[in-house]
């Protein structure tokens, strides 16, 4: 009841924000709000039972990633009038409607799926099933310890893969960002 | 415990808010962010499978001896939570170019507006 009651409140919090990311006008407060999100998701996380890849989701998302988003709004100090430039309305609404369909498409597919997921968790009790939930759940798979084990035994390649992918990340931010002193650019000859 | 269609409802709504921010705004870096927002819905769903796959495989392990079910439930279970490990990496390398695109396109047409960025429409 309780973990109910923390989940709803956390949900209402994400989606609150998660419009607010996309309808604020100023990038600054869209990035605030996006944080928003990402902490009480990191709160979802950890009602899951996810601890690790709760404190992740603080340290990289939002400590992170975000800081490097507020660094870039706040580098290019774009002028009042390139903040909110308005849409379309046919882009608002339009959009607002072909989303809001695909929403409820998604909902009334997961929930049919739903159907027998719920059948099969009733098969828990049926005389079929021998081995008792209890004895599997004795360990904590979600711990710490276990994600890393799995990580850097049965997954090592693809762990090793994405320093690569990092590093060219790295190499790729450095040079498309970096100054060019010879080629002037495109509007500064005008 | 909370049931797991909650969770999957709660991530596609997400996801749809992203669409949805994605398709309305104009300006890169809010459409960057609506893309993060996408990748955590994405996220969010793959952990509370992961966490669900005790109740999800217990029909399928039940020809297994029961250490072999436990581990075989464990690697389901922290195979998801690497998934999102891996997602969460990649969403670190493609925000970092991709704001060093958008810094380079600033400085190209002293705009983030992507209805400036025509230059591959002919």
């Known amino acids: 009841m309780l973990s109910l009651i923390i989940f709803f409140l956390l949900a209402v919090m994400v989606v609150v924000a998660a419009i607010l990311v996309v309808t604020s006008k100023n990038p600054v407060a869209s990035a605030l709000f996006l944080i928003l ?3 009480c998701l990191a709160g979802l996380f950890v009602l899951l039972g996810a601890i690790f890849l709760a404190a992740l989701q603080v340290i990289v998302y939002a400590g992170a990633i975000m800081v490097l988003f507020l660094f870039v709004i706040m580098l290019l100090n774009l002028r ?3 903040f909110g430039q308005d849409s379309l309305a046919i882009q608002k609404y339009l959009g607002f409607i072909l989303v809001a369909a695909f929403l409820v498409q998604g909902i009334v597919i997961v929930s049919w799926a739903m159907k027998d997921y719920s059948v099969s968790i009733k098969a828990e009790t049926q005389p079929g099933v ?5 004895t599997l759940a004795a360990t904590d798979y979600n711990s710490a310890q276990s994600v890393a084990g799995t990580l850097f035994t049965r997954y090592a390649y693809p762990f090793e893969v994405t320093s690569v992918l990092l590093l060219a990340a790295i190499v790729g931010a450095v040079v498309i960002a970096r100054r060019r002193p010879f080629a002037e650019p495109e ?3 005008k | 415990m909370v049931p797991l269609g909650y969770f999957i409802v709660l991530s596609a709504i997400l996801f749809c808010i992203g669409v ?7 300006n890169a870096i809010v459409i960057f962010m609506a893309i993060e927002l996408m990748l ?3 996220n969010l769903s793959l952990i509370a499978f992961s966490s669900n796959m005790k109740h999800i495989l217990v029909r399928f392990v039940q020809s297994m001896a029961p250490q072999d079910a436990a581990n075989a439930i464990g690697t389901a279970t922290s195979s ?3 998934f999102v490990f891996l997602v969460m990496t990649v969403a670190a390398a493609e925000a970092a170019v991709g704001l060093a695109i958008i810094i380079y396109v600033y400085r190209m047409k002293d705009s983030v507006n992507v209805d400036d960025v025509n230059i591959m429409k002919w």
Not at chain 1, 130 to 134: C, E, F, Q, T
């Open chain 1, 187 to 189: 509007s500064r000859e």
């Open chain 1, 80 to 82: 009042r009038d390139e």
């Open chain 2, 40 to 42: 955590n819905a994405v």
């Open chain 1, 37 to 39: 999100v990402m902490c």
């Open chain 2, 20 to 26: 949805w921010g994605v398709l309305r705004s104009r």
């Open chain 2, 80 to 82: 998801g939570q690497v």
């Open chain 1, 130 to 134: 021998s081995i008792p939930l209890d």
